[in-house]
């Protein structure tokens, strides 16, 4: 949503400036300029592209422009299942929590947290490693080494629209400089016509350069980064779980093996250890009504 309000700042204060100086907006209207520029870039992110990646692109732009799910809320409701799963399986065994991790959508235990359901990539990521936990096969070092490397391999994975769109973010300024040098040569062409005529072809040559440095550090750049942050975030929600499970692993019990996954959240939206407590407190108290 900030990226939105970010676009109209950048937007109203470039040619609001330029109108209040008293610059007049048609001379900036180049359809064919912003053609060349915006046509190149796209096709040269074609070009160095596939499907899959494209279709992954527009995932994350229409992800970037939404609120991030990934906020105190969701931490606290991700902290409060690790502990009701965990304590479950300290109390009863680790066979008792198999049926939840089987099938979540007929579990008690994650249908209480319905923002977590409707993350299937936290739901999937819980449920196998818990899978794995129960079979016993696998020391923690092996554990942790195989979370270590889905993570790195998904977090490869989402950053290639981020990547990609950094890229085509630095190739917009020259692609204004390829229009700007056309837009001189078109000038150059026409050096028998009046002052005037010429001035004209040469202002409208500079609106390339102009167009490629405002569409890359006033729009493609930040989208870029917006995308680099909401990545970020995802995989921090991945290292909470990998942390919390980890330390249950190695014996400590559910609360402190909760309160492990807690430290490794971003502090801007990590929960205090009195706020995940009394969530913990009133799911407990929930579930036992």
Known sequence: MFIILGYLIVFFSVFGSFVALGGSLGALYQPFELLLIGGS????YFAASNGRSIRLLFRAISGAVKSSPYNKALYMELLS??????????????????????????????TAYPSIMRDHLLVDFIC???????????????IEALMDQEIDSFHAERSVPANALHSVADALPAFGIVAAVLGVIKALASVDQPPAILADLISKAMVGTFLGILLAYGFVA??????????????KVLECIKVTLLANLNGYPPPLAVEFGRKVLFSNDRPTFIELEEHVRQSRASANK
């Open 222 to 235: 930040p989208m870029a980064r917006v995308m680099d942050s909401r990545n970020d975030a995802a995989v």
């Open 41 to 44: 870039a796209l096709g040269a």
């Open 81 to 110: 299942l690790l502990y009701a799963l965990l304590n479950k399986a300290r109390r009863d065994g680790m066979m008792a929590v198999e049926a939840d991790i089987e099938d979540p959508k007929q579990s008690a235990i994650f």
């Open 128 to 142: 196998d490693y818990m899978r794995i936990m129960i079979s016993g096969n696998m020391s923690a070092f092996e």
